[in-house]
């Protein structure tokens, strides 16, 4: 238990449909992050988000739009998603500053079909 | 640019032996982080050890050593006495001056019974 809870665990979606991505933390950190793992590559940064605000967006296709209503949840909404967004996804909180180590959910494994 | 470099993509090694993970990293900063992580099957990041870039001394964390190299620009990980649930992924990260984490592409490590 690392105080970051991802729901749902496992998602299958269709290309059509919407769906979305829930992460809470009860750490009382003040930065919450979406990250995807795809097979055989190295993690992708996709949102920061920083006091509810965002700071960081790396070129994510707007097929991915993140909501932060407040400092302890963080959603990832997805619609009309392609078979190449199937990875799992990760979400993490911290506390800002350079010895503020990121605590990871367990993660969502996504698969588009 | 920043960077962190993982060159094993996998490693196989006999339980109870000592096994070194290699990380390297590129960093123009002063004051930087370094984390190591471990990925099992199940998906979930878990945080085994961190090394600050003024911390006089290497950092341990029982079974876990940072082997920290400054002036080559290393920081491996030791895990003394594998054990078979050391089989995973292990992520090397650098947290820059903007507190966001770089990540290395991992190394599959799997332990031999």
């Known amino acids: 238990e690392t105080g970051v809870t991802q729901t749902p665990r496992h998602l299958v979606m269709g290309m059509t449909n919407k769906k979305s991505l829930k992460c809470e933390q009860h750490?009382?950190?003040?930065?919450m992050y979406w990250y995807k793992q795809s097979a055989k590559k190295p993690l992708e940064l996709m949102f920061v988000?920083?006091?509810?605000?965002?700071?960081e967006n790396n070129s994510v296709p707007s097929r991915f739009s993140p909501e932060c209503p407040n400092s302890s949840h963080l959603f990832l909404h997805l619609h009309t998603l392609q078979p190449e967004d199937s990875a799992l996804y990760l979400c993490?909180?911290?506390?800002?500053?350079?010895?503020?180590?990121?605590?990871f959910g367990q993660g969502t494994r996504l698969t588009v079909v | 640019a920043q960077k962190i470099t993982q060159t094993q993509p996998g490693m196989f090694v006999q339980e109870k032996e000592a096994v070194t993970l290699d990380c390297t990293y590129d960093?123009?900063?002063?004051?930087?982080?370094l984390f190591w992580y471990k990925q099992p099957s199940s998906g979930e990041m878990i945080f085994l050890i961190y090394q600050g870039s003024y911390d006089q001394q290497n950092a341990t964390e029982g079974r876990y050593s940072l082997n920290f190299q400054k002036a080559r620009k290393s920081a491996n990980l030791v895990i003394s006495a594998s054990q078979l649930g050391d089989s995973a992924m292990y992520f090397c990260a650098m947290r820059d001056s903007n507190y966001q984490l770089i990540w290395g592409a991992g190394t599959k490590l799997i332990i031999k019974p």
């Open positions: 960093t123009s900063d002063p004051s930087y982080g």
């Open positions: 988000y920083s006091l509810e605000e965002r700071v």
């Open positions: 993490a909180s911290s506390q800002d500053g350079a010895r503020g180590r990121a605590f």
């Open positions: 750490l009382g950190h003040n930065a």
